[in-house]
């Protein structure tokens, strides 16, 4: 396990620079899985999507994200996150686009040579829900048959 530790910016947009720093993470380091391992920080506003809605919540900050967890895979991010507000209500739930740093997010992030992560369609759940499988090793050059 590799790790890359990311420190994002007021106005970031956490999901999304999660996102793009993974597609940029695979391409240099030719991985297809990752997970979080840490993560706080405070927000301006935390958009979360709660168990069984399909609708998000908007909340307004200031915002302590005292919580992240999820996966990052080349089919996109499956992420939730704990948030409270200045009176410590804590809310939970989907991370969804939108959620502004504030001053700063500090996120931990585990990269996962070997492994394959990927977002499937499962019959059973009527969502794409994660497949994990190691991943294919690349032969070593001059190895095997040319057909």
Known sequence: ???????????DDLRAVLEATFT????THGIAAACIV???GSLSCAVLRYAARSDS??????LELLMLTGTLSPDGAHLHASVADAQGVVKGGHLMPGCIVRTTVEVVIALLPGWEFRRELDEATGYKELTARPSPQPSPEGSGSEE
């Open 57 to 62: 919540s908007e909340m307004d900050g200031p």
């Open 1 to 11: 396990m590799k790790v890359h530790v990311l420190r994002l910016s007021p106005g």
């Open 24 to 27: 940029e993470l695979a391409r």
């Open 38 to 40: 840490s993560a706080v």
